[in-house]
């Protein structure tokens, strides 16, 4: 499902894998719960897509959450990233709730049906912010959810702003302005 847009993304604007471990610690532990983050969107049995998903710091508790009725796919331009997170998944006990999926520079390339999807500090380094929130609204549910959290070091006020405007564009509704999140924080529906 690439776009013509797919280019836009550098191999520089991407986290790399080698650092992963700044996005699971302690300290993030400490000052970001992921159940208090997505907690509240998700229900048992739920099928939720971790877009951008890293080393998995937020995939291991929405698989928990979900239950084994549920499934969380978990999505990554990195192999290295997917790997990391099987591994912990393997761990943790919720390998069974998991598949894996390797997106493309600058866009998703996914077909599923899906009742929540984050986005967590990922959508500014696609390069394709309008191609990702066009494949997100193409995948999700009627009442299903998407929640963007963009780093405030990395995402200016006016540039969220304009990702909002091109959700809009697209046919996404903003339920909410969730605060508490981390970051500049949207709350997103068909
Ligand atoms: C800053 S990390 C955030 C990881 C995770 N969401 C978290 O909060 O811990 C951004 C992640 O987005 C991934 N990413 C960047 N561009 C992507 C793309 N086009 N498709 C899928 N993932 C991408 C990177 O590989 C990286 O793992």
Redesign the pocket.
């Known amino acids: 499902m690439a776009t013509s847009t797919t280019v836009e993304?550098k191999r520089g604007?991407?986290?790399p894998?080698q650092i992963?471990f700044i996005?699971?610690n302690w300290l993030r532990r400490l000052i970001q719960s992921p159940r208090k983050i997505v907690g509240e969107y998700l229900n048992e049995g739920d099928t939720v897509l971790?877009?951008?998903?890293?080393?998995?710091?937020?995939t291991i508790d929405m698989a928990k959450i979900v239950g084994n009725n549920g499934k969380v796919i978990a999505?990554?331009?990195?192999t290295q990233?997917l790997e990391k997170v099987r591994k912990k998944a393997t761990k943790h006990n919720v390998l069974e709730r998991l598949s894996f999926h390797r997106?493309?520079?600058?866009?998703?390339g996914l077909s599923a049906s899906i009742d929540f999807i984050?986005?967590?500090?990922?959508i500014h380094?696609?390069?394709?912010p309008k191609g990702?929130l066009m494949e997100m609204k193409q995948m999700l549910k009627p009442e299903g959810k998407i929640l963007i959290?963009e780093?405030k070091m990395h995402v200016s006020a006016a540039t969220f702003e304009e990702l909002i405007r091109d959700a809009e564009n697209e046919g996404l509704k903003v339920l909410d302005h969730p605060n508490g999140k981390g970051g500049r924080s949207v709350l997103l529906t068909v």
């Open positions: 993304q604007d991407v986290c894998h992963a996005l699971d971790d877009v951008g998903c890293g080393p998995g710091y937020f999505a990554d331009l990195q990233m997106c493309e520079l600058g866009s998703i984050l986005a967590f500090y990922m380094e696609t390069g394709n990702f959290v780093p």
